[in-house]
């Protein structure tokens, strides 16, 4: 899974010169203060990590290669009555409209199934190009097709509208419902992959499956999202051990018919929202996801992954600029969890499980703690001179080697630019948590360019603007006080 060979070589050369030129003071005694803080949060930090890579691992290796064993076992028995794929579509190219409905297609005329694909789209051009696609593809008899109209006003009014059309059937128990991005391409067999588990798991409300990407953007932006999907894996495979993933993706979740019905659950996908002390009341734009995921959650429902399922999305960077693309996605990635994170905590242990909770208030101090080291490094070589910086870059780029290297056990293929990679996402990532923490009501599409718009005053929104900045400000004041005292 080692890629780029000529990149790798580059780049353990540049680790090798550093090594090679560390100052000889950079572990002189007067520095162990410096040092015992950068292992004591070494060892917090990575101590989670390892749990991760261990539980995904075990999931990865021992635990789904026997649930796939059953699943085969089952055979048609295992196999839905009837399955649904939604797929919701607005302002995406056409190019990657046709690629998404004719693996949708053909996904749908391999299935041993009844199969009716749900459209919901904006523009009539989608509408005529499913059209064509249909008639030139001509699937089979148990293949039906159905076009849900809807007003531009976002993905959640889309998925809601799919939703209701799909109850209009009244489908069976057994059902299933394959809720799928407009930028989502199926892999050959992902339906029939995924779905035996529900039968073989009857508390099963949902499942998501491993993710691949073909990125329309710059080298660095391939690797970055490349990077984020090999993580993406692993994370999976652990919080799978589980049976609480902690996200129903977007891009291609697969979901109980009974439960996408499920008017209480239509209403929470469409109309979720959060009563902040400090906000006040705002609709979430972004997110179906988590909401999707919170409402299992809160219903009672499991939620798995699938790794030998696979889809491939296709991206397209907000920005050409790799700083400016990765910032906005940052942001509404992050977005999206904080503002699940504090209500799903209140679900508590029994409903959520002592591991998934853990993982949820974990993320509330991460932002701060992966920030502590270089804050402390860069305090210390203003104070003690350059040398401990110089140890300090040497510990980072061999660190993020052994994880690099690490995420290869998952299948993904790893490059040389991902050691540096992820200590941007931890850096940036944490800034970026950081920020939206304190603007919580601040909400966006990326490529839709579609923004929240809330009902208050002038002065309510100046209120919230100058409260969140004092806030952060504060916030950000303490972390230095804290910083301080540590070197």
């Excluded at 890629?3 to 090594?19: D, E, H, N, Q, S």
Aim: charged letters at 20%; proline letters at 4%; aromatic letters at 10%.
């Amino acid at each position: 899974m080692l890629g780029a060979f000529p990149g790798w070589l580059l780049f353990l050369g540049a680790l090798a010169a550093l090594a090679a030129t560390l100052p000889s003071g950079a572990f002189h005694p007067e520095h162990a203060a410096f040092w015992f803080t950068l292992g004591v949060i070494g060892i917090w930090r990575y101590s989670l990590g390892a749990v991760h890579f261990l539980r995904g691992l075990y999931f990865l290796k021992v635990v789904f290669p026997r649930a796939r064993s059953r699943a085969d076992a089952a055979g048609p028995d295992a196999a839905p009555s009837q399955v649904y794929l939604l797929i919701t579509s607005f302002r995406i190219d056409a190019a990657t409209t046709a690629a998404v409905y004719r693996a949708a297609i053909r996904e749908a005329s391999a299935s041993r199934v009844p199969a009716t694909i749900v459209a919901s789209i904006v523009e009539m051009a989608d509408e005529q190009l499913i059209k064509l696609l249909w008639e030139t593809m001509a699937p089979p008899a148990h293949v039906q097709l159905r076009i849900v109209r809807v007003a531009g006003t976002g993905k959640r009014d889309a998925l809601a509208q799919g939703f209701r059309a799909i109850s209009r059937d009244v489908p069976a128990e057994d059902a299933l419902v394959a809720v799928i991005d407009g930028d989502t391409v199926l892999d050959p067999g992902v339906i029939e992959r995924a779905s035996p588990f529900f039968k073989l798991q009857p508390r099963l409300g949902a499942l998501t499956t491993n993710e691949f990407c073909e990125v329309h953007g710059s080298a660095v932006m391939r690797e970055w999202h490349r990077l984020r999907f090999a993580q993406r894996h692993l994370n999976m495979c652990s919080m799978a051990l589980s049976h609480r993933v902690l996200t129903l993706t977007g891009r291609m979740s697969i979901f109980r018919a009974c439960i996408v019905t499920n008017p209480e659950f239509i209403r929470d996908v469409q109309e979720d929202a959060l009563d902040h002390w400090r906000l006040g009341y705002f609709r979430f734009l972004t997110g179906d996801d988590k909401s999707s995921w919170y409402s299992l959650m809160r219903l009672g429902w499991d939620t798995w992954y699938v790794p030998d399922a696979s889809i491939t999305t296709v991206e397209h960077p907000p920005d050409r600029s790799f700083v400016r693309a990765s910032r906005k996605l940052m942001f509404r990635w992050y977005g999206n969890s904080l503002r699940q994170n504090s209500r799903a905590t209140r679900l508590g242990v029994r409903r959520l499980g002592a591991f998934t909770m853990y993982v949820l208030l974990d993320q509330r101090i991460s932002m701060w703690t992966s920030l502590l080291g270089l804050s402390v490094a860069l305090l210390s070589a203003v104070l003690n001179g350059p040398a401990l910086l110089h140890a300090y870059v040497l510990w980072i780029c061999s660190s993020r080697t052994v994880l690099t290297l690490l995420l290869a056990a998952g299948g993904h293929r790893i490059g040389p630019a991902f050691p540096l990679l992820l200590y941007y996402n931890q850096i940036v990532g944490s800034l970026m948590k950081i920020k939206v923490m304190f603007h919580l009501d601040r909400q966006s599409w990326t490529r839709q360019k579609t923004t929240l718009s809330r009902d208050q005053s002038r002065l309510q929104a100046a209120l919230n603007q100058w409260s969140s900045n004092a806030m952060l400000a504060a916030s950000a004041s303490l972390f230095l006080a804290l910083c301080i005292s540590l070197v």
